[in-house]
């Protein structure tokens, strides 16, 4: 089970039916000694009562000049019993509750005056408690070892066990739910900072903390401690990245402005030819330079985004900035955006995956382009389109590929697309490329709305308590 909660509702099930069963079984015990304890007493007080009662005849011979004052020892198998046996005379005396049976009293020789307690079968076949004593007492020959013992029926006191522990379940139920329940609130208080650490990390997410701050819990403190490194070491490693991407750029960029430049003085000698290969390959080494360092600055994963993008602004700079281009001033631009849409990808990654898609559009289209973004059903879609000549269906999955590139004669790399795809990757987003019906190219991105992509990431740390 991957749930704390769970765990420890089960445990706590656990410890506390093993706990309360012992309980229980302790509580019966202690009932059961303590009425057999009652009982004890109660035979004790019937023994001495006979012993006073008890004479001889002149003869020798045993009498009992009177039952103890219970009507249990005058009926018959009642559940009261008593006898006295006299070794000497050979003779014994009985409660009228035994009847016409004689209680098998062991043979064995006990020291007078000490109290016997066992169990023996008795009237009926049911099991008796019998306590016996052997006293001295005076005859008409001198003393003689008198054997009084008093019976009870054994049903008795498993009866009121019995009774006692079934009359405790429901209370023992009671309390057990009780300690559940408590125990369900310590553990919801327990476990309270572990929620506030999942705000904590959701507000890093959405870029509105840097760390996680406040005072947690002692034991917590280690893991807060480990977390705040993990994420001051993530933002130092990625600008760390970024800026070596730049330093790469510029020097990258340098010697490929010397090249270009040596071009030009070849074409000033009248070195046409090779001043156009150089030019050639200036211009695509420039372009690959360019779109990896934008594949390194993608950002690594969705958590890592510097904040949402405002779709908006970003579609209508790039469109703004490529419709002063020489491919974009003879184009007609439709744009339909939403006003305050925002989607949960980063800026500077927005940015490239629109303008990547523009870019595209831009070539190839022969009198327009449209782009539309709007938000429908929890989800946002940016669509382009160009009325361009389209792609043939055999065609159209190479193009995320690398470096494919349908036509050699226009320029670019063929990387526009696979940065791209990449970057739908990253994000999760879903991308369509297609041909539209009325001839030219489409190009459709759906978004996961930024409140739905904040919530799954909530969910995802709560899942964990």
């Not at 590139?405 to 987003?429: M, Q, T, W």
């Amino acid at each position: 089970m991957r749930s704390l909660h769970g765990r420890f509702i089960i445990t706590s099930l656990i410890a506390v039916s093993i706990c309360l069963a012992a309980a229980s079984v302790a509580l019966v015990q202690i009932f059961a000694d303590s009425y057999s304890k009652r009982v004890q007493n109660e035979l004790t007080g019937h023994i001495n009562r006979l012993a006073a009662v008890i004479r001889f005849s002149p003869e020798g011979r045993l009498q009992v000049s009177e039952n103890p004052p219970d009507n249990r020892f005058l009926i018959p198998y009642g559940g009261l019993y008593w006898q006295i046996d006299d070794p000497v005379g050979k003779t014994e005396v009985r409660s009228s509750s035994l009847f016409d049976y004689v209680l098998p009293l062991p043979q064995d020789s006990h020291p007078v005056g000490i109290m016997h307690q066992y169990r023996l079968s008795g009237p009926e076949g049911k099991d008796v408690l019998v306590q016996e004593r052997v006293l001295s007492l005076a005859a008409p020959e001198g003393r003689r070892p008198i054997r009084i013992a008093v019976a009870v029926n054994a049903d008795e006191v498993d009866s009121a066990r019995l009774g006692f522990a079934l009359d405790i379940l429901p209370y023992v139920a009671v309390l057990a739910a009780l300690l559940v329940l408590m125990s369900i609130g310590q553990l919801w208080i327990g476990l309270r900072p572990l929620d506030r650490i999942g705000r904590d990390l959701k507000a890093v997410r959405d870029r509105k903390a840097s760390r996680l701050a406040g005072a947690y819990p002692r034991e917590v403190q280690p893991l807060v401690n480990q977390l705040n490194k993990l994420l001051e070491s993530q933002g130092a490693a990625m600008e760390k990245a970024r800026s070596r991407a730049s330093d790469l750029a510029h020097g990258l960029k340098t010697p490929l402005t010397v090249l270009t430049n040596n071009a030009y003085s070849l074409r000033e000698k009248g070195e046409i030819e090779i001043a156009d290969e150089l030019d050639h390959l200036a211009e695509t080494m420039l372009s690959h330079v360019e779109n990896e360092l934008a594949r390194a600055r993608i950002t690594p994963s969705p958590d890592q985004r510097s904040g949402d993008a405002d779709v908006e602004n970003i579609v209508n700079e790039t469109v703004r900035m490529l419709r002063h281009t020489e491919a974009g001033e003879r184009l007609a631009w439709g744009v339909n955006v939403a006003d305050r849409l925002s989607v949960p990808v980063d800026p500077h990654d927005f940015r490239e995956l629109v303008g990547n898609l523009l870019e595209n559009a831009c070539k190839w289209a022969r009198t327009g382009i449209y782009v539309s973004a709007v938000r429908q059903y929890g989800h946002s879609r940016l669509v382009i389109e160009d009325d361009g000549p389209g792609v043939s269906p055999e065609k159209l999955p190479e193009l995320p590929r690398r470096g494919v590139r349908l036509d050699r004669l226009k320029p670019g790399s063929g990387l526009g697309l696979a940065i791209v795809s990449e970057i739908a990757a990253v994000y999760d987003l879903t991308l369509v490329l297609e041909n539209r019906v009325e001839g030219g190219f489409r190009a459709e991105v759906e978004f996961p709305d930024a409140s739905d992509s904040r919530q799954e990431s909530t969910g995802s740390v709560e899942d964990l308590c």
